[in-house]
């Protein structure tokens, strides 16, 4: 008995022949200018279509849910019930089609009284027909026809095959009647019957089901779609007023993958508050320790005789302690201070005021409702930095606040020199001074830009810089209000 051994056969590499990638290139030429096209016209729906479509996450959950039932009620009201009304209009025009074939026949070969009274007795209690022979007349000219009748249709070709006579019938003139008309021999025969004898009129009943069910079921979609994206909207309220360095109070609700995304968010929030509180921790005992080592050379410095070089020093131990704030409160940050109500007018009415003790010509001016919502020590050291940057430089301090939508705006003018639009970003770099853009004097450390910035970003907002209308240098400060 032979045993069957399998083999794994290799298929070799395909290559092609010399010149074959630019024969093959050439062969696909065709196709793309074909396709070409078809997705430039492509590409350019799609873009309409996402700019049309709503942006937001309950809109376009809403489109996922009402779209398919719409899409099925659609499907199901043109293939089932656009059949069922043809057939059952069908049928039924085709019963009262014979019915009055049935009683053409009657009149014209059993013998009749002059008026055919006896034929339109039994029509109208046994047929339900309203049935009147018209002597000397014609058939009235075609009436106007319906955009869309399958009556209008099935009567007409079911009168066309088992009549065959010349007739009008009228399905438009009275809504709950038609009027058929049909030449005989010697007149005409008018048929007057009830619409609902030859269509179906009681199949809105299944389309008023089938629509109140659908509503109900979409009301009941929408109710719990609610429930499920407010839990998402409450951790993004959470996550914007945590950025902004508000208080929150936040529990993680909803479904499973957003309760786990909630509890994260509580996890990463409290690791930046830890590192936040480790960092001032370090920093606190940074700044005892510098300050006790200057505390003791002002002690030495002044059990010494005054002279000039005890005085330099002297000098030199006082920078020293500037710098050390300034280093100290750019590295602090605004850390442990939270956002309460303030009213913005009496801040800056109050800096104003220092600025003019130092002999600069200041101008305030606030529209709106002077309350936001902001770390006031914090903020207060911003705009401090920014008025004293622009006394440092200019002679004459424009300060203007207002709201717009839902921020605040605020602007610091000075006529001083200005700095190139190259180097206003560079400003906010720490320690970056440019003594030739806006001849600083040497006390300043270049921190006081890069500390505002830093306190406008904790705010969720920022600070940029312009060319002022008095001529010099413009700061503009953006936060939520």
């Not at 873009?47 to 809109?59: E, I």
């Amino acid at each position: 008995m032979r045993l069957l051994r399998t083999r794994t056969y290799r298929l070799p590499h395909l290559r092609l022949p010399a010149g074959g990638h630019a024969m093959l290139a050439r062969l696909m030429t065709p196709f793309g200018r074909i396709f070409a096209p078809l997705k430039r016209v492509y590409e350019r729906i799609a873009g309409r279509v996402g700019a049309a479509m709503p942006k937001g996450l309950f809109a376009r959950a809403l489109i996922i849910i009402i779209a398919p039932i719409v899409l099925l009620q659609s499907f199901i009201a043109y293939t089932f019930m656009e059949r069922h009304w043809q057939t059952v209009t069908m049928r039924l025009s085709s019963a009262v089609t014979a019915d009055i074939a049935a009683l053409i026949d009657i009149y014209e070969t059993f013998p009749q009284d002059e008026e055919a009274s006896e034929l339109i007795r039994i029509a109208d209690q046994r047929l339900g027909l309203d049935v009147e022979i018209l002597r000397d007349t014609e058939l009235p000219p075609p009436g106007p026809k319906p955009f869309f009748s399958i009556l209008d249709q099935a009567l007409s070709s079911e009168i066309a095959r088992q009549v065959e006579r010349p007739f009008w019938i009228d399905t438009v003139g009275r809504s709950d009647l038609i009027e058929i008309r049909i030449r005989l021999d010697d007149g005409i025969m008018r048929v007057i019957t009830e619409r609902s004898q030859a269509y179906a009129s009681n199949s809105h009943i299944f389309l008023l089901w089938m629509g109140g069910t659908s509503l109900v079921l979409m009301g009941i979609a929408i109710i719990f779609l609610r429930n499920q994206i407010r839990p998402i909207l409450r951790l993004a309220e959470a996550a914007e007023s945590f950025g902004k360095g508000r208080e929150i109070e936040f529990r993680p609700r909803g479904a499973r993958e957003v309760r786990q995304a909630g509890h994260a968010f509580i996890e990463m929030k409290r690791r930046i508050e830890r590192a936040i509180d480790q960092r001032t921790t370090m920093l606190n005992g940074v700044s005892h320790d510098l300050r006790t080592i200057l505390t003791r050379f002002k002690l030495s410095l002044a059990l010494l005789e005054s002279t000039d070089d005890v005085r330099d020093i002297e000098r030199d131990v006082d920078e020293m302690s500037r710098m050390l704030e300034g280093y100290l409160a750019f590295a602090r940050g605004d850390s442990g201070e939270q956002a309460v109500p303030m009213d913005l007018r009496d801040l800056l009415a109050e800096i104003c005021a220092d600025a003019e003790r130092q002999g600069h010509a200041t101008r305030l001016h606030i529209d709106g409702d002077p309350q936001v919502v902001v770390r006031p020590d914090a903020f207060r050291r911003l705009a401090f930095n920014l008025v004293s940057n622009a006394a440092r430089h200019g002679e004459t301090i424009a300060i203007s606040a207002n709201h717009e939508s839902r921020w605040l705006v605020m602007h610091v003018d000075d006529d001083g020199p200005g700095i190139a639009p190259e180097l206003r970003e560079e400003v906010f770099k720490p320690f970056v001074r440019l003594d030739e853009a806006r001849n600083q004097d040497e006390s300043g450390s270049g921190l006081g830009l890069a500390i505002a910035r830093d306190i406008a970003r904790s705010h969720g907002g920022d600070i940029s810089l312009d060319d002022s209308p008095l001529g010099g240098l413009r700061a503009s400060v953006r936060i939520p209000a």
